[in-house]
């Protein structure tokens, strides 16, 4: 990029005609206050601060806008009658760029209605550095049209900067960072556990808040100094807190006629940034979030219990809410991850899915809004293409969901075990990685009866949170797990014995009970990583040889690397008796084919330079997935829990459907209007280096 001094002295000769031909069309629009950031510069000297200004700033602060005291939407201040000073200064730099590197005249270019700015804006969604970003009054009649619920951006993060800097606030939010709460507008009763500083004010509607630290890209955290402005960077502009179908139509068509991002944010748990954009437009699904059990659900497809699901109802609830009626639904083990949002349309594996599959394969229908603003019900029988599509084929590309209807199951005994080993009490670090290794051959019995297990581990522990036993007691689960338990002792030379793993079993005469008591405050204080990426490991490598796959493991947890994995059969025998899919759908083939999914992460602490985040990025993708890769070639990832830089999105995260999907894309939303990084259609947009979105 050209300095703006290099550009001043190029065209220093035109740039007095360019400020008169301003004077003269009376843009120069002259502010109520001598220091206003967005006079209308008129000389040389004040174009070159300017510009010198404006070249470092690089975004808007919650510092450049001021509330209005009657919807609390901020607007930017000073005000003017016209925002043409500002729109001029912006055409004065194009000028000047045109005028450095093509030597055109810079009168041309501010006479032209067709000026390189203006193509960009016809190719690329405005944001707010824009002259054609929507002004403040349009602002306010969609907030009216909302009924006064659209939310102008702060982040959580502008209590650690000046001028809204509170030393008290910040100290305690440092200490939450990364966690849910950060991102939820109120507390949550099923995390009493974690402990909410009293400072952090739990009230305040919190809707653009997203927990990818990738994509916050430091913006505005409690890790720079205070000094620093809070720039919104990728952070929505706005957000409507939705409550009914209308406010979606109204946000579709408000994003759609100013050109502008639409995101769609349910709880902000995506590795992708997908629920977030530079001046986006948001809709906030968080309170569209009711549940209501449906006892006979009747369709040629099935007959029986049926959960209807609005897509802000979290998991835990939902799974709470079936659970006190006598059901159990499939659900994420996180319990804030929404139901019927990206979970469930990117597939959605579950502690359950060893017995009743996937979360998309109990799918019974869909309820979706447009790109044109039509709701439509998708079902195995109707718009059947678009209920393929979005059981499994990856979430917001083709619409907003506002709701789902699932399938749900009588609550049944369920047990499960929990377990940990570490280098020192195997003997080493050789009888360690043995230990591991066995783990894994003596797991596939147990997950071919419909277990599911879920662990972690690195070069030096590893922790299984569960292995669940849906159907068994906790005695025939003891009973189960002794194989395992004597190969572990054997690999150890017999350092490994239930008493030293620590083993605990625990019983409840429902899964939700169990869930509850066993595992939802394990996860409670999980925040992400950096960077992260994901890869399975096909089951049929694991019913070979392993000694390729076992080095590869250890040498990616030997670079300071953690895994968090999910084992599972979802084609077993059990499985294939009690709940087979509802219908055909595009869940991922390759995890359908998986022995497990691994989350690949690396150690990362707030306190290192944000530099270190896209280090960490680079060397997942250049370097360790490549380890992975070599030994074991094509396995894939699971499309919700990857990396956006994957070398080959399509067949890592589709496997075989994407062409059909895409087919599908181009019917129901033409223009692409609905984008995801990863999502279907993500090649037909690429972001410009000031991070509008552009059509390639």
């Known amino acids: 990029m050209l300095g703006a001094s290099v550009l001043i002295s190029k065209c220093e000769n035109n740039l007095q005609a360019l400020l008169h031909i301003g004077r003269k069309e009376g843009r120069g629009i002259q502010p109520k206050r001598k220091t ?6 008129t000389s040389i000297k004040a174009v070159k601060e300017r510009l010198q200004i404006g070249w470092h700033r690089g975004g808007h602060s919650n510092a450049d806008y001021r509330p209005d005291p009657k919807t609390s939407i901020p607007v930017r201040s000073p005000t003017y009658s016209k925002l043409e000073g500002t729109m001029l200064l912006r055409t004065i730099t194009t000028a000047l760029i045109f005028c450095a590197v093509t030597a055109e005249s810079p009168q041309g270019v501010l006479g032209s209605e067709t000026s390189a700015a203006m193509q960009t804006a016809i190719q690329c969604r405005y944001i707010p550095e824009d002259a054609g970003w929507p002004q403040p009054q349009l602002w306010h009649q969609l907030n009216r049209t909302v009924n006064g619920r659209l939310i102008a951006t702060v982040p959580v993060g502008s209590v650690c900067h000046y001028p809204k800097y509170d030393e008290a606030k910040c100290n305690d939010l440092t200490t939450i960072w990364g966690l849910v709460q950060t991102a939820y507008a109120v507390r949550i009763p099923h995390l009493d556990k974690v402990i909410v ?28 100094p205070s000094s620093t402005r809070c720039i919104l960077g990728n952070y929505a502009s706005y957000s409507i807190d939705v409550r009914s179908i209308d406010d979606v139509r109204a946000g579709i068509s408000f994003a759609q006629k100013r050109n502008i991002r639409l995101v769609i944010k349910n709880s902000g748990h995506d590795f992708y940034g997908q629920s977030t954009g530079k001046g986006a437009l948001s809709l906030w699904m968080h309170n569209y979030n009711k549940t209501m059990i449906i006892p006979n659900y009747s369709s040629s497809y099935y007959d029986g219990p049926a959960l209807h699901v609005q897509t ?36 959605g594996h579950s502690y359950l899915s060893g017995i009743y599959g996937f ?61 940990s080993f570490s280098v020192s009490q195997a003997g080493g670090v050789e009888q360690y990685w043995n230990a591991v290794s066995a783990f894994h051959q003596h797991l596939k019995p147990l997950l071919d009866q419909g277990m599911v297990a879920e662990y972690g581990f690195t070069n030096e522990t590893m922790v299984v949170t569960g292995v669940m036993a849906p159907g068994q007691t906790s005695d025939s689960l003891q009973s189960s797990l002794q194989p395992l338990f004597n190969a572990l002792t054997a690999k150890s030379c017999s350092q490994l014995t239930a008493k030293s793993l620590g083993m605990k079993l ?18 409670a204080g999980l925040v992400f990583p950096a960077a992260m990426a994901g890869r399975f490991v096909p ?90 890769d070599a030994a074991v070639p094509d396995a894939g990832a699971y499309k919700n829990e990857a990396n956006w830089a994957e070398k080959d999105i399509k067949k890592s995260f589709y496997a075989g459907t994407y062409e059909r999907l895409e087919n599908i894309k181009k019917k129901i939303d033409p223009d692409g209007f609905f984008y995801g990084i990863t999502s279907v259609g993500f090649d037909r947009f690429a972001w410009d280096s000031a991070g509008r979105l552009c059509n390639t």
Request: charged fraction near 15%; include cysteine; hydrophobic fraction near 40%.
């Open 312 to 347: 802000g109802a979290e998991a835990a609830a939902a799974g709470a809410y079936v659970s006190a009626q006598g059901y159990t639904v499939v659900a994420g083990s996180c319990p804030t991850v929404k139901m019927a949002g990206g979970y469930l349309g990117g597939g």
């Open 197 to 224: 500083p009293l400072t952090f004010d739990s009230s305040v509607p919190r809707p653009a808040e997203f927990l990818a630290l990738y994509f916050q890209n430091n913006t505005c955290t409690p890790f720079t």
């Open 539 to 628: 089951r049929k490598v694991m019913d070979a040889n392993t000694t390729v796959l076992d080095t590869a493991l250890r040498a990616v947890a030997d670079r300071g690397y953690s895994y968090a994995a999910i084992a599972l059969n979802v084609l077993n025998s059990v499985r294939n008796r009690t709940a087979p899919p509802i219908a055909p759908n595009a869940v991922q083939s390759n995890f359908n084919d998986a022995y497990s999914s691994l989350m690949i992460s690396p150690r990362w602490s707030n306190s290192l330079p944000w530099s270190e985040a896209q280090v960490l990025q680079d060397q997942l993708v250049n370097e360790i997935l490549p380890i992975h």
């Open 36 to 41: 206003d950031n967005y006079a209308m510069p």
């Open 506 to 523: 625990a019983q409840a005469d429902s899964y939700y009970d169990l869930y509850k008591a066993e595992i939802e405050s394990h996860l």
């Open 359 to 419: 979360a998309a394969d109990n799918v019974l229908e869909w309820d979706i809004v447009t790109a044109d603003g039509e709701r439509v019900v998708a079902t195995p029988t109707q718009n059947a293409d678009l209920y393929w599509a979005l059981s499994g084929g990856g979430s917001g590309t083709y619409g907003v969901v506002l709701s789902a209807t699932v399938r749900v199951f009588p609550n049944e005994v369920t047990s499960n075990a929990a377990f």
